[in-house]
């Protein structure tokens, strides 16, 4: 949920090498933004003591504060965007949060559920608090530790010490990195269900709530376990259990670099990341089959064997990736003939789920990190049933935790509005439907080789679309007064009805509905009144016949009550014109790959319409990238 950074570097005869800590924690908060903006902060280790600024508000509000009182340059500093959850986006509730008589510094992603309890425990000894946060409480538990467990001893690993102890007693869901005024050349951090990674410098070393946060200086990275603790300095990464136990994290590689995440010369990173889409379905699809058209699909470390004994599949997800997972379900069910079911995550493990080893649960996720997901997968492996992650980051916590992973290859995804990460999914998900299909034999090869070539000319194809996408961008600035926009779809429409409504909730805070199309009749056709803007997403005409007449149908009864039609088709589809006030056309391709192309209009519309309206489509009100609480 929030954005978290860390750094220490080393001196050579008193003076800087390299980077200034202050530098590198600005430039990975930038970077991090995206995962939380109601406030920001830096503290800095020097001669002895911790300096820090914090302003609520964006980033831009912190560095007019350092500009206005500048912190000297250090080798030690940590730094945070936050994402409120305990206590409102104000100058006192942001990070970092002071301790030890202002000698501890420490920041925080995730919630601690027992904090109520921990505080009570610290009032009575006398404890003053001056936010609303959780955080806080956390600081002043490590403080306590520190004076009363450990006699005040930061030298010789006190730090590390007292987090391994108050992490002992803290509950719930968090990242914690700390630094303190006697230990200046160390940053001790812990994580449990929350996300931390380290980055490995020479003479230098970097923490942060994802790679970005060090992207810019170094591209080798450790994977961190669950629960574990980890001391860096300048020439060192230790990394421990709570209990102070030896423990080992695994290195990996970044496999993309810092301009991958710059605007590259667009208005804004959802705009780029629009553009992006083709290079990302592309990527995707990249290396997962043979001369021969078979799928290969190497990541998935689950025994066939067991993969063919599968009778129900259940796909998690929140958000816009469960609606990839809903165009999952209509591929796999055709493809397979296994019956799939699509939860949200947030839902499942409450209503007691049947679930046993022939269960196959297959996770979306592009962060590898929403906990209402990686809460829903641990429980179903708990009930014995097999999981595959299907992700956008290399080294997050679901893959990690899945028996297998599939991972999309979209690129960092900035924006918190998601685009090509959602098209990246329903890409991954169609080579699982495909993979499975080939293992049981529910498919020719052939057959599976003749996808393949359409899932192969899709990146063209979006292409196009994007290259034609003028005249709807000319639609959307004239509706920009729009208060209520509705979004029909049958078949894999209908998800692609939802995931449009929802884009323009989160941008432009518009009210949108996104209804399957036959149910209009059932009670939604009451919202239609004069002038109503009513988004169609049509079948192709050379699918199922009847499943395009019907819908045919649809925009003719919200036509007749009033509704103004706007109407997205495949190309040659020349029966909608005459019930359609506006038609934007995609290119032709089968009826279950469709929503690779009909949701980038709808995503091109919400894009323009919410920048027409002067809104920050990149960091939408109230939302963060990656949700990292329940």
Not at 47 to 54: C, L, M, N, V, Y
Not at 234 to 240: F, G, P, S
Not at 534 to 559: C, M, T
Not at 589 to 608: G, H
Request: aromatic residues 6%; glycine residues 10%.
């Amino acid at each position: 949920m929030c954005g978290i950074v860390g750094y220490v570097g080393r001196s050579v005869d008193g003076a800087i090498n390299g980077h200034s800590a202050l530098d590198v924690v600005l430039e990975g908060l930038r970077r991090l933004e995206y995962r939380g903006y109601d406030s920001a902060g830096v503290a800095v280790v020097s001669q002895g003591a911790i300096e820090s600024r914090k302003k609520s508000g964006k980033l831009s509000n912190l560095i007019g504060e350092l500009e206005a009182r500048p912190l000297p340059e250090t080798l030690t500093g940590i730094g945070h965007t936050r994402w409120a959850t305990h206590g409102g986006p104000t100058d006192r509730n942001a990070h970092p949060h002071l301790a030890d008589g202002g000698k501890l510094a420490v920041i925080h992603n995730g919630i601690i559920e027992n904090f109520a309890e921990l505080k009570l425990e610290l009032l009575e000894k006398g404890v003053t608090f001056l936010s609303e946060t959780d955080t806080e409480v956390a600081a002043a538990l490590l403080a306590d530790i520190l004076r009363n467990q450990l006699g005040g001893d930061t030298a010789n690993g006190g730090l590390t010490r007292a987090m391994e102890l108050a992490c002992q007693r803290l509950e719930g869901a968090f990242t914690l990195l700390a630094v303190h005024a006697d230990q200046p050349d160390v940053v001790v951090a812990a994580r449990r269900n929350s996300p931390l990674v380290v980055g490995l410098g020479e003479g230098e070393n970097f923490l942060g709530s994802d790679v970005s946060g060090f992207i810019d200086y170094t591209r080798r990275a450790v994977e961190l376990g669950q629960d574990q603790i980890v001391t860096i300095t300048a020439d060192t990464v230790t990394i421990t259990d709570f209990f102070g136990n030896p423990a080992q994290g695994k290195e990996y590689h970044v496999d993309w670099d810092p301009a991958s995440a710059e605007k590259g010369g667009f208005s804004s990173f959802m705009e780029k990341e629009i553009h992006d889409q083709p290079d990302a379905v592309a990527q995707t699809l990249l290396g997962r089959s043979d001369l021969d058209g078979k799928l290969t699909l190497d990541e998935l470390r689950i025994d066939p064997e067991l993969l063919k004994q599968v009778n129900k599949i259940i796909v998690l997800a929140c958000g816009t990736a469960a609606y990839a997972g809903m165009v999952a379900k209509y591929a796999i069910e055709n493809w397979c003939r296994i019956p799939t079911e699509v939860e949200l995550a947030h839902e499942f493990r409450y209503r007691d789920p049947i679930l046993d080893e022939k269960t196959l649960v297959v996770s979306i996720s592009q962060s590898g990190e929403t906990m209402d997901t990686l809460m829903a997968v641990r429980y179903a492996r708990e009930q014995g049933a097999k999981t595959i992650s299907i992700c956008n980051t290399n080294g997050s916590t679901i893959p990690r935790e899945s028996d297998a992973v599939l991972y999309t290859h979209a690129g960092p995804e900035i924006a918190v509005a998601s685009t090509k990460a959602f098209l990246a999914q329903i890409t991954a998900a169609y080579l699982l439907g495909l993979y499975l299909a080939q293992l049981r034999g529910n498919i020719f090869s052939g057959q599976i080789k003749d996808v393949l070539a359409d899932l192969n000319k899709i990146p063209a194809k979006i292409q196009t679309i994007l290259d034609n996408a003028g005249p709807l961008r000319e639609l959307a600035r004239s509706m920009a007064n729009e208060k209520s926009v509705l979004f029909l779809g049958r078949h894999v429409g209908y998800p692609v009805a939802l995931e449009g409504a929802l884009k323009l909730k989160e941008i432009a805070y518009i009210h949108a509905e996104g209804f399957a199309a036959g149910e209009l009749k059932h009670g939604p056709i009451a919202l239609i009144d004069e002038g109503q803007p009513v988004f169609v997403v049509v079948p192709s005409p050379r699918g199922r016949d009847s499943l395009h007449a019907k819908v045919v149908s649809n925009i003719q009864e919200v036509r007749a009550r009033g509704a103004r039609t706007l109407v997205i088709a495949e190309e040659g589809d020349e029966a909608v014109k005459a019930y359609a006030e506006y038609v934007f056309y995609v290119p032709e391709t089968p009826t279950l790959l469709m929503p690779l192309l009909t949701t980038v209009p709808l995503q091109i519309f919400a894009a323009e319409l919410a920048a027409a309206k002067g809104y920050d489509v990149d960091q939408p009100r109230n939302l963060a990238k990656s949700v990292t609480v329940e």
